[in-house]
């Protein structure tokens, strides 16, 4: 009980600060005033307001489920707001419609195909008509994020993979005789061109079939490979 106290004492000092007034009325409960505030967005309210009074503002909208805890309602109006009947009015839309006994309804202000038809009054073929190509704009937005969330997750979790694996070179039998004959370079191109470039310097000597790699540092790259990229030459 103290909590619930606590709570709508920090409700009501809340709508205090939007300049809402708020005054219980004898056998009728409490009823807040908020009309004419300039408010742009429905303020909090406690749950046990028995009138709510929000017209003449700047409201375009109400958050859905905003209006859901109220349920001691008699009296609601929201007439003289600007509200955009796109999308996001279809909450009130249905709101409105279980409460027409207790609601002063409220009209739509824009698209211009919807102004001046009372809010309880629209129909979905209202929002097929004119605003379908937003409805779900949102939905197109999320799945995207979704998308592009699962790809980034996928890129890191393959490099993480690839960073962890260790990747093992198997030699066969019949290459066991592994020699550095086997480094020498076999391109027809770089053949000549070493054969030319040595000819020129030393005439008489070719170095052609030298080597690539010195094998005396082959164990080190060997080591290399295997503590920084995890590559294991694996021989029988």
């Not at 056998?27 to 429905?42: A, P, Y």
């Not at 009138?51 to 008699?74: A, F, I, Y």
Request: contains cysteine; neutral net charge; hydrophobic residues 40%.
């Amino acid at each position: 009980f103290r909590m619930e106290s606590l709570t709508s004492i920090s409700i009501f000092a809340h709508i205090s600060s939007q300049s809402c007034r708020c005054k219980t009325l004898p056998s009728r409960g409490l009823r807040v005033n908020c009309s004419s505030q300039g408010l742009r967005t429905v303020p909090r309210l406690p749950a046990e307001i028995t009138e709510l009074l929000l017209q003449n503002n700047l409201l375009t909208t109400v958050t859905p489920g905003h209006l859901d805890q109220l349920h001691h309602l008699q009296l609601v109006n929201l007439s003289g707001n600007p509200f955009h009947c796109d999308c996001s009015i279809q909450y009130l839309r249905q709101w409105l419609q279980r409460n027409k006994a207790i609601s002063v309804m409220p009209v739509c202000a824009s698209p211009a195909e919807l102004a001046q038809r009372s809010i309880d009054e629209l129909t979905d073929a209202d929002f097929e008509s004119y605003v379908s190509d937003h409805c779900f704009g949102w939905v197109y937005n999320a799945i995207l994020c979704l998308m592009l969330c699962f790809l980034i997750g996928l890129l890191l979790w393959c490099m993480q993979l690839a960073r962890n694996s260790t990747f093992i070179l198997g030699i066969d039998e019949r290459h066991t005789g592994f020699e550095a004959e086997s480094l020498r370079s076999l391109k027809p191109k770089h053949r000549a061109r070493m054969r030319c470039s040595i000819g020129s310097l030393s005439p008489g000597i070719d170095d052609v079939d030298k080597p690539l790699l010195n094998m005396d540092i082959l164990p080190q790259i060997l080591d290399v490979l295997h503590k920084q990229h995890n590559i294991k030459i694996k021989v029988p």
